[in-house]
C-alpha cells in the first residue's frame, strides 16, 4: 500500500482504528451528558461502529441528536489519546471508582497475565486494547452519524441485562457521509422483503417462522433460475442426483454431524431409530457415489443436486430470505484424483464467472487456509491450498488469505459477490475436501488396478436458490432480467374493443413460450401504464383501435422508453433476442 493511502479509507485498517476512535467519540459524549449511564462495549464493525450501554431512558431521535452535537464538540477539542496500563486488582478498583460493572466484569474475565490496557482523551477513560487515532481531531465532525439505536444483550445472553446499543458511521467528509447515507435509503427500497410483498413474490408467516411460502409468481422466478441453473451444469459437464430429506443417526454419525451439528438439526424417531432432516447434502452425496463402482476413466464425476435443507436458526437471526430454516441448497460433489484437482478447481471458476456475469455480479476470492482445528495431514492441507491458489494465478485473478478460516476438513475459496449498490454478499465456495472420502471409504480402481481414494470438491455457486433471491431482488431493485421476469409482457387495451385483440396477442406470445398478461379492467390507459411500471414489467403492449386495424402493437417499457407501433412478429423476434441472450434488460 503506498504513502498515499495509509491514512485513508482505502487502507481497511485505518479506516476500522477511525471507526472504533469513533465509538470512544460516542461513550465519552454519554458520559458527559448523562454520568449515570453505564458503558458496556464499543467496537468498530463492517460499516461503521456501535456503543452498548445501560440507560435509564431510551435513546430517542432527540437524545441521538444531542448526542451527535455532543460528538462533535469532542472532535473540536481535539483531545489527545493516551494508551496507558493498569496491574489487574489496580484495573479493577479504577472501574469499580468509575461505576461501570460491565467494564469490572470485563477485567475479571481476562486472562491471569493479560495486559490491560486503557485509552484516555481529556477527562474520559475506557478500557480497551485498541487500536486509536492519536487525537479526536482527526475525526471530522460533519462526518458523523449515528444512525440507529436496538436492544442488545449483555455477552448475548438473553438471560442477562437487555442494553441499548448505538449505531453509528462516520467519514473523513461530509461528502461520503451523504453518499453512504444515500445508499443507505436506496438499500431500504430495494429491501427483497419489502418488494417481495409488493410483486407477490413470497411471504414470511408466524405460522412458519423462516420457512418461506413461494407465491405463483415466486415459483416463477424461482422455476426460470433453476431452469438457467440446470442448462449451465449440463453445458459444464454434470450429472444430477437426489437424495433423501430424512436419513438415520447412524449415517450422521459417520459423516460427523451427529456430534458436531445436532443441535442444529430437526431430529425425529421412527421405528425407535432416531432419524434427522439433512441439514446439508453432502453425506446423501457420499452413498451416491458408493453405489457403484468406479475407475479412473470416471474421473472426474460431477455430481450437481438441488437439495432442500433444514437448519435449526435461532428465530433472532432470521431474516426474509437470507437467514432461514429451509432452503435449497445448489450443491455440487466433484469426486477426483490428486492430479486432476487444480484444472477441476479452474473448471468451477469459469462456471462461476459465466453465471455471476449473467447477472451483472462482480466477485472477490478469498482463500482460507488450515485452522488449528483441523483433520489430515499437514502435506496434504498444504499441497491443496497451494493448488486453490496455483489455480486463480494461472486464471489471472486476484484473492485475499483468510488466513486459518478454512473448514476442519479442508482449505477453501468463498466468492464475495458485489451488487449494484456496492454491497457484498458471500455465495459461491469451492471447499476441498480430504476428509469425508476417507470417512465413507470411497474408492476407484487407477490405472495400476489397485484400489485408491478420491479427494473431493463441494461447491455451490448461488450459495442456496432463496437466499440468491434475495440478493438479486435487491440488486435488480425488483426489475428482473426480461428472461428471468415472472411477467415478461402486459398487454394494456386501451379500450374495451381492443379486449379480445390483447387476448389474442396475449396466446400468441404464450405460444412461443414468453409470460404474457392482459390488463382487462375499466381504466384509463395512463392508470395501466404507472401500475404495470410498478409492477416492473419489462414490456408493456398499448393497443387500441389503430393497431387493431394495423395489426400492430405499441411498445412501452418499464424505463419508459416508447418503442412505437410495430409488428406482432417484429416485437417477438426482439423478445427472443432479449431473453435468449439473457440481457440485463
Known sequence: MSEETIYTFENEEYRHTYWHTCSHVLAQAVKRLWPEVKLAIGPSIDEGFYYDMLSPFPFTPEVMEKIEAEMRKICKEKLKLERFELPRAEAIKFMEEQGEPFKVEL??????????????????????????????????????????????????????????????????????????????????????????????????????????????????????????????????????????????????ERSGHWGHYKNNMYTTVIDDVDFAIKPMNCPGGMLVYQSEPHSYRDLPLRVGELGLVHRHELSGALHGLFRVRCFT???????????????????????????????????????????EDHMGDEKDWDFATETLKAAVEEMGKDYVINEGDGAFYGPKLDFHLADSLGRTWQCGTIQLDMQLPERFELEYVGEDGQKHRPVMIHRVVLGSIERFIGVITEHFAGAFPTWLSPVQVKVLPVTDRAAEYAGEIVAKLDAQGFRGECDLRNEKIGKKIREATLEKIPYMLVVGDRDMENKTVSVRTRGGEDLGAMSLEDFAVMLHSVVDNKERK
Not at 457521509?177 to 427483497?192: G, N, P, T, V
Not at 490428486?338 to 478469498?366: A, C, H, P, R, T
Open 329 to 371: 441448497q445448489d450443491d455440487a460433489h466433484i469426486f477426483m484424483t490428486w492430479d486432476q484437482m487444480k484444472d477441476e478447481i479452474k473448471n468451477v471458476v469459469k462456471l462461476f464467472d459465466e453465471v455471476y456475469s449473467v447477472f451483472g455480479l462482480s466477485y472477490q476470492i478469498e482463500v482460507s487456509t488450515m485452522p
Open 107 to 252: 477485567i475479571q474475565d481476562l486472562p491471569e497475565d493479560a495486559a490491560i490496557s486503557f485509552y484516555k482523551q481529556g477527562e474520559f477513560t475506557d478500557l480497551c486494547a485498541g487500536p486509536h487515532l492519536d487525537s479526536t481531531g482527526r475525526i471530522k465532525g460533519n462526518g458523523i452519524k449515528l444512525t440507529a439505536c436496538n436492544a442488545a444483550y449483555w455477552r448475548g445472553d438473553s438471560n442477562r441485562q437487555t442494553l441499548q446499543r448505538i449505531y453509528g458511521v462516520a467519514f473523513p467528509k461530509k461528502d461520503e457521509l451523504d453518499a453512504y447515507l444515500q445508499r443507505i435509503e436506496e438499500a431500504k427500497k430495494r429491501d427483497h422483503r419489502k418488494l417481495g410483498k409488493e410483486l407477490g413474490l413470497f411471504m414470511l408467516r408466524d405460522e412458519g417462522p423462516g420457512f418461506p411460502f413461494f407465491l405463483p409468481k415466486g415459483m416463477v422466478l424461482r422455476n426460470t433460475l433453476i431452469d438457467y441453473w440446470r442448462q449451465v451444469h449440463k453445458k459444464y459437464g454434470y450429472v444430477e442426483c437426489s437424495t433423501p430429506m430424512m436419513m438415520n443417526r447412524q449415517l450422521w
